[in-house]
């Protein structure tokens, strides 16, 4: 899909890059040439990431691509010492926050920690890594590009997964203010909004019992969920400087999920009959003389 030195020379730091979505796009990125560092809550699961996409990629050992570095983004100060670690080996040109958390509650079930665990992740964690980069881009008078992962009920809200929906609600305006901030000293910022695509983590816990997965799929339009290769492919494309003039906006990828849902008129249309239909055509008028 694209030319193998997109990202040539490109020093990419992807926040919950050990597992799921942030694994699947380290991996592209690799590929297309980049170099990449990760950082997650645990060592062990870093570590077996590492070994995994160096046999994937065919990384050599002599040139080091792949960074692993531990750390919990809701935590400010540890956020600055990984940032700081990297730009001792020198600056990075993008940062794509994709670590977070989330849990399928009745909210009135939740405690406070829960939505201080999920906004920290979420919210506090993206505008920790963003604001350390950020903040050395701008003194340094070089251009970066933010990536951040929302997801399709940002704007909508979503019940069952409140403190997700607040948190990434937050990371939506900061992506669209900060797009504006930044725009003009040569920062980008983007998003993807993602629907459900399969990945170990968050889908055994949104999705408890297996056969609700085919309940899912019925409220998508394509009928299928999502592949990590296909988000990966769009996160390649949106960090690359092929999409430099790509400022300030949330790429959907759900397969039309959400907007099935927003139709009025959709579940309707599902459950005509084609007698119904039929009789609800104009009748054919008499061809003139
Ligand atoms: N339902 C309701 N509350 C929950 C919960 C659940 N399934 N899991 C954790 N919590 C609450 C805890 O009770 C705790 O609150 P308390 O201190 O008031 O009791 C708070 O959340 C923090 O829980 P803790 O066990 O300390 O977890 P953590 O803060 O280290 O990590 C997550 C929380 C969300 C990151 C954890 O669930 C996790 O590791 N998830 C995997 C990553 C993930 O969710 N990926 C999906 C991304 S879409």
Known sequence: MFQKDLLQAKRILITGGGTGLGKAAAQRFLELGAEVYLCGRRQDVLAATEQELHERTGGSRDHKKIHTLPCDVRDAAAVEELIGAIWAEGPLDVLMNNAAGNFLSRTEDLSLGAFQSVIGIVLLGTLHTTMACG????????????????TTYTTTGS??????????????????????????????M???????????????RLLPRPELAEAAKKRIPLGRFGTTEEFANLAAFLVSDGSGYINGDVVTMDGGEWLQGA??????????????WQRMRPKKSAPKA
Do not use: D, M, Q
Request: no cysteine; hydrophobic share 45%.
């Open 190 to 204: 983007n998003a993807i909004a993602p629907g459900p695509i399969p990945t170990e983590g968050a889908f055994s």
């Open 135 to 150: 903040r050395r881009w701008l003194a340094e008078s070089r251009g970066g590009v933010v990536l951040n992962i929302t």
């Open 159 to 188: 019940a069952y997964v409140v403190p997700s929906a607040v948190a990434k609600a937050g990371v939506h305006a900061l992506t669209r203010s900060l797009a504006v901030e930044w725009g003009n000293r040569g920062i980008r």
């Open 263 to 276: 139709g009025e008129f959709t579940a309707l249309g599902r459950e005509l009959t084609e007698e119904e």
